[in-house]
């Protein structure tokens, strides 16, 4: 595995399962997560015609794409003669028709013995964290 990563927060992840977006979408969404969060910045300098190029995507595509995502909230765009210079990825909490979806760390199971996933899954045996 490569030793470059880029760290995204869970609920940005979780936000984008139930977001319902484009393939054009996604890709340029994931693009400017990778130029700004995974820089560790709030904003950043997108070139549409750069990500065009490292995407193998269409410009006019990719602009229809940013700006729908912006009409959602999700991306903000600051623009230089009409065309986006700048770009920021919105709080989750800002994302219109995205579903609210609790946090992994709220429903993930816990193993309460020692017995065979198939087992636990057949018996019932998980405990969800919340429930007590």
Not at 85 to 103: L, R
Request: charged share 25%.
């Amino acid at each position: 595995m490569a030793e470059s990563f880029i760290k995204i927060p869970t609920d940005i992840m979780e936000a984008l399962y139930s977001a319902n977006l484009t393939k054009n979408q996604l890709r340029i969404l994931l693009y400017i997560i990778r130029k700004t969060i995974g820089w560790r910045k709030k904003w950043d300098s997108v070139s549409i015609a750069q990500a065009a190029k490292e995407l193998g995507a269409r410009k006019q595509s990719l602009l229809v794409a940013v700006s729908e995502l912006e009409a959602r909230g999700i991306v903000a765009v600051e623009r230089a003669c009409g065309h986006p210079s700048k770009m920021a990825v919105n709080p989750v909490s800002e994302w219109k028709g995205v579903t609210k979806t609790v946090p992994v760390t709220e429903t993930a199971p816990v193993i309460v013995d020692e017995t065979s996933f198939a087992d636990i899954l057949e018996k019932g045996k998980v405990l969800f964290i919340g429930d007590g």
